[in-house]
């Protein structure tokens, strides 16, 4: 049987599966701990770029030296996520998760004391890689930890816990970076670290034990094969910074080859990091690409909001920052309502929502007139980043859903793994297609009617993708029935099968 099929099997303990049962206050304070640990990673995402500039004059440093302080976090996280979820499969996702948050808060204490340039890279890398394991393994232990009935809840109250990091780590960074220096940049992620470490040392279960056939044998030529593929791909997208040269072109022909030399050699493991195979699943498989399509999409906000506001409709940077928060405090606040749609009408009807809402939202910026002002960016941004988070909500709720207990880890890291990489996808592509719609090679300096077209273009494009994804997700629907259907009539309980 494919481990990542859906089972008709709940690993959920009856007795935590109540309908409309409360929380306890272990569930609740386990929560609590799951959320902090996400809030951490997503705000070590965003907190650190308000800082280069200062981190630049403290270490006497050029501005492309300063930038690895930034890809060292999201390269670590990114190449390292999966195998961050199968060793939590393997070992025990409590042991590693703890293991994560002591990397993640000892490394952020090292970042504020490093006394060079290069120990603070270091110290960020390793604070990526405890970003990782966090990431990686919170969605695992929603199925464990809340009923049945409440997972789309659970979920929301995830995602928008890391739509708030992702949106408090700019101003945040800024505020303490005029108030304390850019070593509190770092330091502020101590306290919430110590208090994450607590609550899940104190309210989530203890791992079960391991079976007595032993573990199954960890993938080392998979895990290197996938690191290296995707370290290659992320510096490729993020080097160029929309450009495209000799070194990206061969680090993305690196990134090819690699990940046909990964699918052949999973196809010949005996226990795989990923099996093929799972990639047909019909409910995976297109979570993942809708996943990657729309985090694409999203990334065109961060990238053609700043410039469009600034130089397309003149706003000051203050006000410019303010229009750009409401798309993450939309999310932040529409997350857990999310989660209740998607636990009443069903993940897969509340996915194509979410999408349809995106949808209306990016094809209404690609038409309307830049005469309307900031009413007509700031509305149809609403649209896109609600539907954003119902649809990132509903889509994590039915791609972890029945997949089986020693699989967990490894299917929500991949899955966070294609919203890292549409992020990364986003920020190069979608920023060549800004700059070529600009018809400006500076955008500083372009014509407010260059930005307009520019922005209309690009979210045409990401229209595109939308309805994409859409048509992808609308397309699931039978193959996953179909699916469900067999499971039943397999099942011993099944009148189908006793006749």
Known sequence: MNPYSRSAQDPVPAAARGAGEPLGPAARWALAGLSLSVLLASLGTSIAHVGLPAMAEA????????????????????????????????????????????????????????????????????????????????????????????????????????????????????????????????????????????????????????????????????????????????LAVTLGRGGFGPVDAALLSAAAVGAALFVRVEARAVSPLIRPSAFRDPVLGPGLVTSALVSTVMMTTLVVGPFYLARGLGLPGALAGLVLASGPVVAALTGVPAGRLADRFGAHRTT???????????????????????????????????????????????????????????????LNLSRNLGLVTGASVMGAVFALGSASADLTTAAPASVGAGMRITYAVAAGLTVLALAVAAGSAGPARRLVRRLVRRSPASPARRT
């Not at 708030?164 to 070593?183: F, M, R, V, Y």
């Not at 791992?207 to 895990?223: E, H, I, L, Q, W």
């Not at 995106?358 to 509305?379: C, D, E, I, N, R």
Request: glycine letters at 12%; a positive charge.
């Open 352 to 414: 194509v929502a979410g999408l349809a809402a995106m949808t209306t939202g990016t094809v209404s910026l690609a038409v309307l007139p830049t005469g309307l002002g900031v009413f007509g960016y700031v509305v149809p941004l609403v649209v896109v980043t609600a539907g954003y988070a119902v649809f990132q909500t509903a889509n994590n709720t039915a791609v972890m859903a029945g997949v089986p207990a020693d699989r967990r880890g490894v299917v929500s890291a991949v």
């Open 59 to 234: 270490f006497d440093a050029s501005y492309p030296a300063v930038q690895w302080i930034v890809l060292a976090y999201l390269l670590a996280l990114t190449t390292l996520i999966v195998s961050a979820g199968r060793l939590g499969d393997l070992l025990g996702r409590r042991r590693l998760l703890l293991g994560g948050i002591v990397l993640f808060t000892a490394a952020s204490l090292l970042c504020a004391a490093a006394p060079t340039l290069g120990l603070l890279i270091a110290a960020r890398a390793a604070q990526g890689l405890g970003a990782a394991v966090m990431t990686a393994l919170a969605m695992a232990f929603v199925a464990g930890t809340v009923p049945k009935e409440r997972t789309g809840r659970a979920m929301g109250l995830l995602g928008a816990t890391s739509a708030t990091g992702t949106a408090l780590g700019p101003s945040l960074g800024g505020l303490l970076l005029s108030g304390a220096g850019w070593q509190a940049i770092f330091l502020v992620g101590v306290p919430p670290g110590l208090l994450a470490l607590h609550l899940v040392r104190r309210h989530l279960p203890a791992d079960p034990p391991r079976s007595a056939a032993g573990p199954a044998r960890f993938d080392t030529p998979g895990t290197l094969l996938l690191a290296l593929t995707l370290g290659a791909y992320a």
